[in-house]
């Protein structure tokens, strides 16, 4: 009853910039944490950016100042702006939601379906 639809990955050249999106909706009675993550192939899956519920903000050192997690509350949904692209960033990103359904007192973890962001030298 709960489902996360991610968009705005693509191919884009070195330098370039793409804006992830991804809605939560269904079942939904609050929104913690978020988060993206990125994997590339034949490599690990490592979180990229994630904000609190209070807010907060952390980045992993090679995005930092490059990459901006934000948050719109009303829409439940959590964006990624990536700017200064460069081959390093080519991965699957996926979204990452800890919530509270309605009628539960149990927090629940859901991931995104990933979207493809390749970056062209």
């Known amino acids: 009853q709960v489902q996360l639809v991610e968009s705005g990955g693509g191919l884009v050249q070195a330098g370039g910039s793409l804006r992830l999106s991804c809605a939560a909706s269904?079942?939904?009675?609050?929104?913690?944490?978020m988060a993206w993550y990125r994997q590339a192939p034949g490599k690990q899956r490592d979180l990229v950016a994630g904000?609190?519920?209070?807010?907060?903000?952390n980045y992993v050192d090679s995005v930092r100042g490059r990459f901006t997690i934000s948050r719109d509350y009303a829409k439940n949904t959590v964006y990624l702006q990536m700017n200064s692209l460069n081959a390093e960033d080519t991965a699957v990103y996926y979204c990452?939601?800890?919530?509270?359904?309605?009628?539960?007192?149990?927090?629940?973890?859901?991931w995104g379906q990933g979207t493809q962001v390749t970056v062209s030298s």
């Open positions: 269904g079942n939904i009675f609050r929104i913690d944490d």
């Open positions: 904000v609190t519920s209070g807010g907060s903000t």
């Open positions: 990452y939601v800890q919530l509270l359904r309605r009628g539960s007192t149990r927090i629940q973890t859901y």
